[in-house]
């Protein structure tokens, strides 16, 4: 995870809007990524984003894309406690066929 | 319907033991990997294979050995097992290299 950085940990309370934040450092990264990793259970891929796009909204979960600032954020509206879980923000540097992970953010939500 | 599985789930082992760990998927996906997750969730990569080719290799000890006998499955060797091994460790399998679909894990405790 040394390329791609997230904070360790997040707490929000149900109902709440949560914003998790990514900064990656490859900015030829063509693909990045939300995964999401329930205790004691594997990764799920949430979503990812285009490195030419801005925004993408699925349901609850917005990523938005700063490629200036390469930054990266995922925002679940109206958090539930089922959304509690570590959130892995990771990228597909260009030309690679590997997935870099950061070091995982963890979402509690308090009901 | 799993897509992708692994086997053992659970992996307890003294030092020096060799052991293996299987998986396989049933996605069609031409690409394989291996990743370790440690204790503090950190998560890297170490071997990716392609149509039975080794075509990543992350400065893992040679104690380390992926077997590919066909392109579903990407099996794991280990030799000589040490404790810095205990780790869970996640297969993974991917159409593009960009989207990865991640196996259960298999959780490995070297005493």
């Known amino acids: 995870g040394e390329d791609v950085e997230q904070s360790l940990f997040l707490s929000v309370r149900e109902g709440d809007s949560s914003v998790i934040n990514c900064t990656y450092t490859?900015?030829?990264?063509?693909?990045l990524y939300w995964y999401k990793q329930e205790p004691g259970a594997g990764l799920q891929l949430l979503t990812y984003?285009?490195?030419?796009?801005d925004m993408k909204q699925d349901q609850r979960l917005t990523v938005l894309l700063n490629k200036k600032d390469k930054h990266l954020s995922l925002r679940i509206a109206d958090t539930q406690t089922g959304d509690s879980a570590i959130y892995f923000c990771?990228?597909?540097?260009?030309?690679?066929?590997?997935?870099?992970f950061g070091i995982g953010t963890k979402l509690q939500v308090i009901p | 319907d799993t897509a992708v599985s692994q086997t053992p789930k659970y992996l307890v082992t003294q030092m020096g033991n060799d052991k293996s760990i299987k998986c396989e998927q049933n996605?069609?996906?031409?690409?394989m990997y291996w990743y370790k997750q440690d204790s503090k969730k950190f998560l890297k990569i170490m071997f990716s294979?392609?149509?039975?080719?080794?075509?990543i290799n992350e400065t893992v000890p040679n104690r380390f050995s992926p077997k590919s006998p066909d392109k579903a499955h990407l099996n794991l060797h280990i030799n000589s097992l040490e404790l810095g091994d205990s780790a869970v460790y996640f297969c993974?399998?991917?159409?593009?290299?960009?989207?990865?679909?991640f196996g259960p894990g298999t959780r490995l405790t070297v005493l």
């Open positions: 990771a990228e597909t540097p260009r030309g690679y066929q590997k997935v870099t």
């Open positions: 993974a399998s991917s159409l593009d290299g960009n989207e990865q679909f």
């Open positions: 996605l069609g996906h031409d690409t």
């Open positions: 490859d900015s030829s990264s063509t693909y």
């Open positions: 294979y392609n149509n039975k080719e080794l075509i």
């Open positions: 984003i285009f490195s030419n796009m």
